[in-house]
């Protein structure tokens, strides 16, 4: 992702988000409709990443948040391979649905941000607790930066968040991932800017590729529930 496209994202944020609804905070993964979406259009070898989700989220379902945390962010760091939309989908910004992550066993900082959010909520995870995260990385030790998403578990609103990362593999607070400069970050609830408590608005219902990958994932088995 451009800085271009990262800030005319945020451009369109603002716009859209006037007269949102609210959109229920957890997700139910039906995963034998998730397994037959994924044989149907990429074949048997990579439904097996489903079935390895199912049973990677029954063996956390009763662990503590920061061991559910670390389990779901090691499984997409292992089944995974990071690579940008243009290589996966030939699309500079696109955000795949997790149907779209295991078919192609390959996707970018959005697409393990999502999955990740959505396993994590289906654990029972309340998203006022999640939020995805626009940053910018800084590259080695150098000033140039690129944008990037990850994805936030913050115990409250102002705790330091717990950051799960598809190019580090620990599960980090906030305030030692120092190669991070945090632009904004949104959930099922709302979006926030850098160092506030309260949302800029109440729902992001309305932003344009996440309304579209939250419509596609419900007709691969994946949907909200309160």
Known sequence: MTFHLLASS??????LLQAAQHIERHYTIEFSKLEREVNEKFGADKALHVDALE?????????????????????????????????????????????????????DCEDYAIAKYVALLHLGIDSAKLRLIYV?????????TQAHMVLGYYDSPSSDPLVLDSLVSNVLPGSQRTDLIP???????????????????????????????????KKEGISRRS
Request: aromatic fraction near 12%.
């Open 55 to 107: 049973q990677t989220l029954g063996l956390l379902e009763n662990k503590s948040i920061n061991e559910q945390l670390i389990g779901v962010n090691a499984f997409f760091a292992e089944r995974i391979q990071y690579a940008t939309d243009d290589i996966v989908f030939n699309e500079k910004d696109y955000w795949a649905t997790p149907s779209e992550l295991f078919g192609h066993s390959r996707g």
């Open 10 to 15: 945020c451009l369109a944020f603002i716009a």
């Open 136 to 144: 910018k990385a800084k590259i080695g030790r150098s000033r140039i």
């Open 183 to 217: 632009v904004f970050s949104f959930n099922d609830s709302g979006i926030w800017q850098p160092g506030q408590k309260t949302q800029v608005s109440s729902s992001t219902s309305r932003l344009s590729r996440w309304r579209d990958v939250i419509e596609r994932m």
